[in-house]
């Protein structure tokens, strides 16, 4: 007699709630209204003072000095903007360009566009993720020859995902994390 499978201790699997995408958006709106405008509303509680446009503006100066104190390699000048983890993982790249001679030449860096890509409002920190796209012209410089290991550098457009956060009452917004699209779907 042929011998059967076992029988799984678990029930069948039934329909993945989220096998569609009218089904994902049914599920990601409450009362009517997206989480998204939920989180901005609930922001607005907290801060009545938030506005969309002001923040973005500042997160794109913000974007573009840390962009620039990163490529000159001078961090001290940015520590009050980002969070101890981020200047952290900073320095360990930027100690690690320093010992193998190397400096980053930036170039060039336009944003095209930036959005709010997701609010988050809890109970110890309001969290805010922008999406930058843009273009950017950057190399490493072997400071021992003059010269770039890598060839001249050609611009190249980027998509990356800054989160910011502070704590509630706070006007002081601190990066904390930068993400690829493909790191940031995968965490959001």
Same mark, same amino acid.
């Not at 944003?111 to 997701?118: D, E, F, K, T």
């Given at each position: 007699?042929?011998?059967?499978?076992?029988?799984?201790?678990?029930?069948?699997?039934?329909?993945?709630?989220?096998?569609?995408?009218?089904?994902?958006?049914?599920?990601?709106?409450?009362?009517?209204?997206?989480? $998204? +405008?939920?989180?901005?509303?609930? &922001? #607005?509680?907290? @801060?009545?003072?938030?506005?969309?446009?002001? =923040?973005?503006?500042?997160?794109?100066?913000?974007?573009?000095?840390?962009?620039?104190?990163?490529?000159?390699?001078?961090?001290?000048?940015?520590?009050?903007?980002?969070?101890?983890?981020?200047?952290?993982?900073?320095?360990?790249?930027?100690?690690?360009?320093?010992?193998?001679?190397?400096?980053?030449?930036?170039?060039?860096?336009?944003?095209? $566009? +930036?959005?709010?890509?997701?609010? &988050? #409002?809890?109970? @110890?920190?309001?969290?805010?993720?922008?999406? =930058?796209?843009?273009?950017?012209?950057?190399?490493?410089?072997?400071?021992?020859?003059?010269?770039?290991?890598?060839?001249?550098?050609?611009?190249?457009?980027?998509?990356?995902?800054?989160?910011?956060?502070?704590?509630?009452?706070?006007?002081?917004?601190?990066?904390?994390?930068?993400?690829?699209?493909?790191?940031?779907?995968?965490?959001?």
């Amino acid at each position: 007699m042929p011998k059967l499978p076992p029988k799984s201790k678990f029930p069948p699997l039934e329909k993945d709630p989220f096998d569609t995408d009218d089904e994902i958006q049914q599920f990601s709106k409450v009362s009517g209204q997206s989480v $998204a +405008a939920q989180a901005r509303q609930q &922001l #607005v509680a907290r @801060d009545p003072s938030f506005d969309d446009a002001a =923040f973005l503006e500042q997160a794109k100066a913000t974007f573009l000095s840390l962009q620039k104190a990163r490529a000159d390699g001078n961090l001290e000048t940015i520590r009050t903007q980002i969070t101890d983890l981020m200047y952290k993982q900073w320095k360990a790249r930027s100690d690690a360009l320093s010992a193998r001679h190397r400096k980053t030449v930036l170039t060039r860096l336009d944003i095209q $566009a +930036a959005s709010i890509a997701r609010i &988050l #409002v809890e109970s @110890d920190a309001d969290i805010i993720t922008v999406e =930058f796209e843009g273009t950017v012209i950057i190399g490493d410089l072997d400071e021992r020859s003059g010269r770039m290991p890598t060839g001249t550098p050609v611009p190249d457009g980027f998509t990356e995902y800054w989160t910011f956060v502070r704590h509630p009452g706070s006007p002081t917004w601190l990066l904390d994390e930068v993400a690829g699209p493909a790191d940031w779907r995968l965490a959001s």
